[in-house]
């Protein structure tokens, strides 16, 4: 089992998103690369610093990284900064966070491939994974609790890759 971390703007929506994804195995949605040890929702909402992001945890032998990562750009729109469908705040920028240095230079391959895909630069952090910390309880698939819950992701996009 392998790992990697997508900030996509509200994790509700990645996370729902990924849990449609054959080969993901578990997703877990909360906070990283911020200011402070062990945020709140509270902290990030007041500019703590971090991202919202989802964990994703999968079996490469069903899904590869790369397959992954064209899941990932088909969801967010990596050219805006802070930004993600009416989501506006630094908590909401879009990165990637790689668990060792071969999926982290993977990363950059792949979006160094896709450059051409995009009138405007490419704002997506790429970095190693620090310090996430999960987030509250009622943030944990919040879509499956609250299926009519705001989410800038459209679900039914999964098949466009899958197929």
Partial sequence: MKKIIFAGGCFWGVQAYFDLVKGVKNTIVGYIDGDIDNPSYQDVINGSGHAEAVVIEYDELVIDLKKLLDHFFNIIDPTL????????????????????????DFVKDYIDSIRKNYPKKIYTEIKMAEDFYPA????????????????????????????
Avoid: F, M
Avoid at 81 to 91: A, E, S
């Fill in 136 to 163: 509250e309880n009622y943030h944990q698939n919040y879509l499956d609790k609250n299926p009519r819950g705001y989410c800038h992701i459209n679900l039914n996009s999964v098949k466009d890759i899958e197929e």
């Fill in 81 to 104: 900064i802070n930004r993600q469908g009416n989501d506006l705040g630094k908590l909401y920028r879009t990165g990637i966070y790689c668990y060792s240095s071969n999926d982290l």
